[in-house]
């Protein structure tokens, strides 16, 4: 009897003890990271047959098992992939922000420098002071243009270098969570459960969700799978794959991120990886990044050859024609590392104006056809080739080929891509700025009447072929008079102050009466030094659609408000998946974590449980010494 009753309270104790030690186990991590709160389970012993009725034996202890939701958890590894994801994009987009939000020395400063210098031109050609501003503006502004792009191309770089540091990382945590399976597989099979290897893996998992988004699948032996957000597996049971970074097939300046198969790379596509610092760093290599330095290419080419056609058709201060004031950027053509053959094609620009900020896929078609895809909005279109105006670019097979590009091959048309990275002014003289017009307008020696000339305005783009073509006007009475260009014969209605015009680029004002008889003659001739008329072509630059339709200046609004937007929406987006964080994670605490006032009630409950199991034994002990001593007495 005695013997029950000790054994009773000796269970009770090594309950009491073990919860105690449970217990004071939860309070000594409470700050651990990763931790799972632990619980003591009870369960009664068999009890002993008494007769027609059955007595306790005491207590034992089954198991001291986690709390532990696994949906909870997986929902905060999910919102900690995303909040990863967004932290990154954050600082990636600021960096660029940073590139254009000084409105007094960035690229804007310097591009209405520029114009404000071809502003004193045309009020002062003849000057050599103003015409040395302007050569300095020039170079200024296309340092500019240099160091912006260059700066673009090393965040492109830092990117990279990012990506690579962030797939060692992840390979190294997989072969961790691998270990962490194996060792948890066979503590589990001899029945136990390792509550300090699940955490482990589970803090491990946590770790491996702020590199790149994973989901698990729990095993029957222990063990977790982890999947990419485009189902390759990173780990099944302790088999890991290896993550890699290589080149884009399609793209050999594009860089993938995927599962190493041996014969490539099973890429991630980079809207969808899943989160993480590496989901950022992919969507700005492929997205953000590419559409900063099209938008930024585009407004270089486009000014650039624009003052270039104007440049070119006007005479310099010693009356030559004028010669390119800015190096001209040419579109890139790469074919992709996967074509079977050395076909290519080539690409020049045709209206530069229409030029979009985009890169473009052409595809190879077994019709013989093409498949041309404008990448910054996926508008995918069917041409022959030759092509010419497709968005500003005129395609054609390369004059090198010794066939024609095999059905599949892929080619990655950049127009404007690379037009801010070698933009140089080739003028090394103010005296080559072209700022006359190669059209004179002359009164016949034999005019009787008071005509004189006003003004010989120049059309704006486009450009006119015809421009210095010679007319002549003839009046047969003070109002009536024939226009005569290129053998063709027109009659108009003379209006003192009005503008004759006519198809050749040029507008024609006269003052004054003439007499019947009376000429004007139109064509090419040698400007003075004070004539400003192609300057002041030069001049309606900056307000005129020749970047994607629309002025430089807002082309280049356009560009800082996209750059504010990347930066503004990364922020917004932070703060949302912190918050959402934050959520996950209180919910996962409230099950999880360790709540210091509920154990110091259980640390109470069990030292008292412990005193009484203690104070037992010794009633026990009593009761036996007592009998011993009954027994002895008789």
């Known amino acids: 009897m005695t013997t029950g009753l000790l054994s009773i309270g000796s269970s009770a104790l090594n309950a009491a003890y073990t919860a105690l030690r449970t217990t004071g186990n939860n309070i000594a991590n409470v700050n651990t990271p990763g931790y799972s709160r632990e619980i003591t389970t009870f369960t009664p012993q068999v009890q002993t047959s008494l007769g027609n009725f059955y007595i306790g034996s005491g207590v034992a202890v089954t198991d001291v098992a986690r709390v532990y939701n696994d949906f909870l958890a997986q929902q905060t590894n999910l919102a900690q992939a995303s909040s990863s994801q967004a932290d990154a994009s954050v600082q990636l987009t600021g960096q660029v922000n940073g590139l ?4 007094t020395t960035g690229l804007g400063a310097a591009i209405d420098q520029f114009f404000a210098q071809v502003q004193n031109l045309a009020n002062q050609p003849a000057s050599s002071a103003t015409r040395q501003s302007l050569l300095s503006a020039g170079q200024q502004m296309t340092s500019q243009f240099n160091n912006v792009a260059g700066q673009l191309q090393l965040m492109s770089q830092g990117a990279d270098q990012q990506l690579g540091q962030q797939i060692s990382s992840v390979n190294t945590t997989v072969a961790q969570i691998a270990s962490l399976n194996s060792q948890i597989e066979l503590a589990s099979a001899s029945g136990a459960t390792p509550n300090s290897l699940l955490d482990q893996r589970n803090l491990q998992i946590q770790t491996l969700n702020k590199a790149i988004g994973v989901t698990t699948e729990s095993q029957g032996n222990g063990s977790v799978n982890l999947y990419l957000a485009n189902g390759q597996p990173l780990l099944v049971g ?23 198969t041996g014969g490539g790379i099973a890429a991630l596509d980079p809207n969808n990886t899943g989160g993480g610092t590496i989901g950022a760093l992919l969507h700005f290599r492929a997205q953000t990044l590419p559409d900063i330095q099209n938008q930024v290419g585009r407004l270089a080419v486009s000014l650039s050859s624009q003052f270039n056609a104007i440049q070119t058709q006007g005479q310099d201060l010693t009356g030559a024609a004028g010669t390119a004031f800015f190096s001209a950027p040419a579109p890139t053509v790469t074919a992709a590392p996967s074509n079977p053959d050395t076909n290519s094609v080539s690409v020049t620009y045709g209206d530069t104006s229409q030029l979009q900020a985009s890169d473009y896929r052409l595809t190879a078609l077994a019709s013989g056809s093409y498949s041309l895809t404008r990448l910054s909005d996926n508008t995918t279109s069917t041409i022959s080739l030759p092509a010419t105006g497709v968005d500003g ?26 037009g ?20 004179q307008a002359t009164l016949g020696g034999n005019n009787a009447g008071s005509l004189s000339v006003g003004s010989l305005a120049l059309a704006p783009l486009p450009l006119n072929p015809k421009l210095t073509q010679a ?15 290129g053998g063709t014969t027109t009659s108009g209605t003379y209006t003192p102050g009005q503008p004759i015009t006519t198809g050749n680029g040029w507008s024609l004002t006269l003052n004054g009466t003439p007499a019947n008889g009376d000429t004007v003659s139109i064509g090419a001739g040698t400007s003075n030094g004070g004539d400003n008329r192609n300057a002041l072509l030069m001049t309606q630059l900056q307000s005129q659609g020749i970047a994607g339709g629309v002025t430089l200046d807002n082309a280049y609004s356009a560009l800082v408000a996209s750059v504010g937007a990347y930066a503004s929406t990364a922020t917004t987006n932070q703060a949302s998946q912190a918050a959402i964080l934050s959520s996950a994670q209180a919910a996962q605490s409230s099950v999880s ?11 109470m409950q069990y030292q008292q449980q412990y005193q009484a199991a203690a104070k037992l034994i010794q009633t026990a002990t009593n009761v036996f010494d007592a009998i011993i001593a009954v027994a002895g007495a008789a």
């Open 100 to 103: 254009f939000s000084d409105a």
């Open 238 to 260: 302790t088999q890991t794959f290896t993550l890699a970074q290589g080149v884009d097939p399609k793209n050999p300046q594009g860089v993938v991120v995927g599962i190493s």
């Open 393 to 418: 670019m005129n395609i054609d097979l390369s004059a090198s080929n010794t066939g024609t590009p095999s059905p599949g091959d892929t080619f990655l048309i950049q127009p404007v891509a690379n």
């Open 420 to 439: 801010a990275t070698n933009l140089q002014v080739l003028a090394t003289q103010g005296s080559q700025i072209a700022a006359a017009s190669p059209v």
């Open 471 to 485: 007319a002549s006007i003839s009046f047969t009475s003070p109002t009536q008079y024939t226009l005569t260009t």
């Open 593 to 603: 974590g360790v709540n210091l006032d509920e154990e110091a009630s259980k640390l």
